[in-house]
């Protein structure tokens, strides 16, 4: 539930700064990028989908997706998202708590935009 939680906040924050934040603005305004993150077991995911400056999202493990971030568990997931910290990723992904699919290149994309837009 916390993680359903967290991902409508960070869907929340990212759909605002898509409206107000000029320079967030700019960053996605030619992006094209479908980000999911989801645990491994697909009880809880969002779609994060950015379209040439909007930002919309669905619920649910099954869409396509240029890049999946795909965590263990809830706990993990919220653990270590809101540290907001590169170390703490880069741990859970040498724990094996998290996996990237996909092209990594867009999951590093997707955490640059919700710096900016924070």
């Avoid at 359903?4 to 759909?15: E, G, H, M, P, T």
């Avoid at 479908?34 to 009880?43: E, S």
């Avoid at 965590?71 to 997931?77: E, M, S, V, Y």
Wanted: charged share 25%; net charge positive.
């Amino acid at each position: 539930m916390r993680l359903s939680i967290l991902l409508f906040f960070i869907y929340q924050v990212l759909w605002i700064a898509s409206r107000v934040n000029t320079r967030f603005k700019a960053f996605i305004r030619k992006a094209k990028v479908r980000l999911m993150i989801k645990t491994a077991d697909g009880r809880h995911a969002r779609l994060f989908v950015f379209d040439q400056g909007r930002v919309s999202t669905a619920t649910g493990p099954d869409h396509d997706f240029d890049a999946a971030l795909v965590w263990q568990d809830p706990g993990t997931a919220v653990s270590v998202m809101l540290k907001r910290s590169q170390e703490a990723v880069f741990y859970a992904a040498a724990e094996g708590k998290l996996k990237v699919e996909g092209m990594s290149v867009y999951a590093l994309w997707f955490d640059e935009a919700v710096k900016q837009a924070m």
